[in-house]
Structures are given as C-alpha cells and as structure tokens.
C-alpha cells in the first residue's frame, strides 16, 4: 500500500498522521518555536516621536520569524519522508506556506499533493478521524450505516 499522509498544520504545531493500509502506522507531534508577537525592548524617549527604533524592532522580528517559520516547515518536511498521498488542514496560513514549500522542493520527489483546506482547531481524535475519512471515505459511510 502507499504511503498516505495527513498534515493538521497551524503556527503552534503539526500533527502529522500517517496510514499504511487502514491503521495508523504513525502519529507525530512537530512544536513550532515561531514568535508570534513582537517585544520592543527599547520605548524610546518619550518626548519624541522618532521612532525609528521601533521600525528597526519590527523588521528583526519579522526576519527571525520568517526564518523559524521556514525552520519550522522544514521539519515537517522531513518527517513526511517522501509519501505517495499528502493532504493538508489547518486554521491558519500556515498550511498554504508548507503547500508552497511542498511545490518548491524537488526532493519530495513525486508526492501527490490531494487537497489542502481549512480546518477548525481539533484533538488529536479528530484529526486522525478526518484523515482516515480524507483516504477512506466509503469505510465512513459504512460505519455511519452501522451506527444509525
């Protein structure tokens, strides 16, 4: 069977599961060390109204965010180590940065990027429930006749 791979992905986390068949093989955890909010270590003279060092704050911030952000998607890349299937969700914008990783890097060599979506926040549960519905939907619909 390939390798099919879903990816809950926001700012904070990523929840990777992967399937073998119809069971989980494999369940990762990736934490995000992305700041998401900026620290002006500096206030300035008050009496002015200058302020450049607060620009100059904001850049370092937006720099050191976007590469532990690139840092960040790139871990997850890793863990998915080459799959046949891959399916994004997530809340936020980080889904579509890693879909644009995913395009720009050859060495995923041919990954079938399936669908990329939004998705609430979820537990654990959920998230492996919408990815085993996601490759197996007709197993869903079989299970939903059962419990009715």
């Known amino acids: 069977m390939e390798k099919q791979v879903g990816i809950w992905i926001d700012s904070k986390k990523a929840i990777i599961v992967t399937l073998d068949g119809k069971k989980e093989e494999r369940i990762t955890e ?3 060390e992305v700041e998401n909010s900026v620290y002006h270590n500096k206030e300035g ?12 704050s904001e850049t370092k911030f937006d720099n050191r965010k976007k590469e ?9 890349m890793n863990q998915i180590n080459k799959p046949a299937y891959l399916y994004i969700f997530g809340p936020g914008e980080t889904k579509t940065k890693l ?22 926040n979820m537990t654990l549960n ?23």
């Open 45 to 56: 003279n008050k009496g002015t109204f200058s302020g450049s060092h607060h620009g100059d």
């Open 68 to 76: 532990e952000l690139n840092y960040y998607l790139k871990s997850v």
């Open 30 to 32: 990736i934490d995000s």
């Open 99 to 120: 879909e644009q990783k995913i395009h720009d890097d050859k060495s995923l060599g041919k990954t079938n990027l399936k669908a990329v979506e939004t998705s609430d």
């Open 126 to 148: 959920e998230i492996v429930a919408k990815v085993r519905d996601f490759y197996n939907p007709l197993e869903r619909k079989i299970n939903l006749a059962k419990q009715r």
